[in-house]
């Protein structure tokens, strides 16, 4: 098993009696990129809050880098870049400056700055008010100061919230070279899959405040392959009859169900049963994407 | 500790706050300046010049504290709006930085900023008073006391009005105490030093009033109590304190 940059344990934040974070138990790995995925509302940002000491978990534990947030909380923050929801800056000041500001508490040298911002290419726009920044330049600025402090561990709450598919495009850009270039694993947080799907190396989806799924993104493409469905007069003689064939089937409804589509398979399947006398009305092919797995993990939980 | 310090001037050296700590006392002075160049004749009495320097002292005092005390007000005020403007204090708070450091370094720059404020109103008094003739007998001690008593007196009153900056975002609420503050400390001066007397009884107990009772001036005389600058010192410490615990253990939104 590869070892574990974040992990909590049943890490729970209440507000009043709403229970926004519940039971959640993250297990980031080494060099990964951590898609965080979940719909408005469903904890993201309260979860990340914990991870960063700015919020305190009603129950539960965080341990980064191995170490109890709880005790150690300055070492961990240390080797943390961290950049939540709305961007954060001095309007009045460059971009220079507002670097400067944090790059004189962390003690960093102020060629660091130059470099952070040569990594998100606002070295022309270095020296204009961030007031006149567009939302795609401070989202960039603000992973910029992410950066500054040289971390281990990156963590971005929808560092693409509102932002055009060029700004898009250039924020996964940067995130996909952390990992790479750096060594700097990533949790990125979003609710659009897709986004998540072209960076992510690992995945979790939370709801309500629950942790529904994690695990890698291969693992989450393999319940997107697609599958065979038939519609046949006797189902059931139908499946014992594919069973014994060596097929692994199932039913849904009036359908059969078989996780293969392949076209030999598909051509062996209607040749048995119609050899066997069962009428065949129809075969389809179903491959559901990841946007439909996503909503069914998110749909299953509302309707508890 | 230094960080902090020199992180939150880059903050403040493009803003208003510079300009704010010159404005008071230029103020102060100037209106006093006008004041008297209108009625000379009537205020000055020729020849006196121990009653023409405390007098001089007394009209800057009158107009000294109310600034003070709005002063304060919207020094926290600035200096907080900073933060709350940008959203910057989660920002601030996720880097690997003591909450009491950043704290303290709000406070040390209030302090040190009417400091400035304190030393040019001294440095106005003085010149108003060569400016009018008053040359022979210059107060000097009367003139510090003027300005440096109610400023540490005041102690407390920048403890407060900085955690309730700091703890609210929406300003309003902490413009609107100090202006109360400023009415409260105003009404300790309309006593009279008879009043004093029983004013002692509730007065420790109200920051607000420490200023000008610290160095209050009747009918050309100064009666000034170095009690109310301790009372401002230990109650700015307390409330420091407590302000610096609140803060860390403030939740970030
Ligand atoms: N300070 C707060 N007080 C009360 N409830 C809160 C607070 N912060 C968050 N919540 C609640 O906790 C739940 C989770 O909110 P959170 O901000 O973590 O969601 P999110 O996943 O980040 O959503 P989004 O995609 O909209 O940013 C929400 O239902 C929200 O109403
Ligand atoms: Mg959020």
């Known amino acids: 098993m590869s070892e574990m940059v974040i992990e909590t344990s049943n890490l729970t934040r209440r507000y009043g009696k709403k229970v926004s974070v519940n039971n959640v138990?993250?297990?980031?790995?080494?060099g990964s990129i951590y898609g965080f995925l979940g719909p408005n509302g469903a904890g993201k940002t309260?979860?990340?809050?914990?991870?960063l000491g700015l919020i305190r978990p009603t129950s539960g534990h965080i341990r980064i880098f191995n170490q109890d947030l709880s005790k150690h909380r300055m070492p961990i923050l240390r080797r943390i870049g961290s950049l939540v929801e709305s961007p954060s800056y001095y309007g009045h000041l460059s971009g220079y400056e507002n670097l400067d500001v944090i790059a004189r508490l962390l003690k960093v040298p102020s060629k660091r700055i130059d470099e952070v911002l040569g990594i998100v290419r606002l070295t022309p726009a270095a020296h204009q008010t961030v007031k006149g920044y567009s939302l795609g330049m401070k989202q960039r600025l603000g992973i910029a100061a992410a950066l500054l402090g040289n971390p281990d561990l990156l963590i971005l709450d929808e560092p693409t919230n509102g932002l055009d598919p060029a700004g898009i495009h250039e924020i996964r850009t940067l995130i996909k070279d952390m990992p790479k270039q750096h060594g700097i694993t990533v949790v990125v947080s979003s609710h659009l899959l897709s986004e998540i799907d072209q960076m992510a190396t690992h995945v979790g989806i939370i709801d309500h405040g629950h942790l529904l799924f994690q695990d890698?993104?291969?693992?989450?493409?393999?319940q997107s392959s697609p599958k065979l469905f038939l519609q046949v007069d006797k189902p059931h003689e139908a499946k014992r009859l594919l069973q014994d064939a060596g097929f692994k089937v199932s039913i849904q409804g009036d359908n059969l169900q078989i996780p293969n589509s392949d076209l030999s398979v598909t051509e062996e399947i209607n040749r048995q049963l119609v050899q066997a006398g069962i009428s065949v009305y129809r075969i389809s092919e179903q491959s559901r994407s990841l946007e439909d797995i996503f909503l069914d993990f998110v749909d299953k939980e509302g309707s508890l | 500790m230094n960080g902090a310090l020199v992180s939150d001037w880059i903050k403040m050296r493009k803003?208003?706050?510079?300009?704010?700590?010159?404005?008071g006392p230029f103020g102060v002075i100037s209106l006093n300046a006008v004041r008297y160049a209108l009625n000379y004749h009537g205020i000055v009495r020729p020849g006196d010049d121990a009653y023409n320097w405390a007098l001089l002292?007394?009209?800057?005092?009158?107009l000294l504290m109310p600034t003070l005390m709005l002063g304060i007000a919207l020094l926290a005020s600035l200096l907080s709006g900073l933060e709350h403007q940008g959203h910057a204090w989660k920002q601030l708070l996720a880097l690997p930085v003591s909450r009491v450091q950043l704290y303290l370094s709000k406070f040390i720059w209030i302090a040190g900023l009417l400091a400035i404020s304190a030393t040019l109103c001294a440095v106005g008094t003085i010149l108003l008073g060569f400016a009018f003739g008053f040359t022979p007998h210059v107060p000097w001690a009367g003139i510090l006391e003027e300005c440096y008593y109610p400023y540490l007196a005041a102690y407390g009153?920048?403890?407060?009005?900085?955690?309730?900056?700091?703890?609210?975002a929406n300003q309003?609420?902490?413009?609107?105490?100090?202006?109360?503050?400023?009415?409260?400390?105003?009404?300790?001066?309309?006593?009279?030093?008879?009043?004093l007397?029983?004013?002692g009884h509730w007065a420790p107990f109200v920051p607000w009033v420490y200023p000008s009772l610290s160095a209050l001036t009747h009918g050309a005389v100064q009666h000034v109590d170095f009690a109310y600058v301790v009372y401002g010192l230990l109650a700015g410490g307390l409330l420091l304190a407590l302000g610096t615990g609140l803060f860390a253990r403030k939740e970030v939104k």
């Open chain 1, 25 to 30: 138990n993250l297990k980031v790995p080494k």
């Open chain 1, 46 to 51: 309260t979860t990340i809050r914990m991870l």
């Open chain 1, 216 to 222: 890698s993104i291969e693992k989450l493409r393999e």
């Open chain 2, 15 to 23: 803003t208003w706050i510079k300009i704010l700590v010159i404005l």
């Open chain 2, 57 to 62: 002292i007394q009209n800057i005092s009158h």
């Open chain 2, 157 to 168: 009153v920048i403890a407060i009005q900085l955690l309730l900056s700091v703890l609210v």
């Open chain 2, 172 to 195: 309003s609420f902490a413009i609107t105490l100090g202006v109360l503050g400023m009415i409260i400390s105003g009404l300790s001066d309309a006593l009279s030093p008879d009043g």
């Open chain 2, 197 to 199: 007397t029983h004013a």
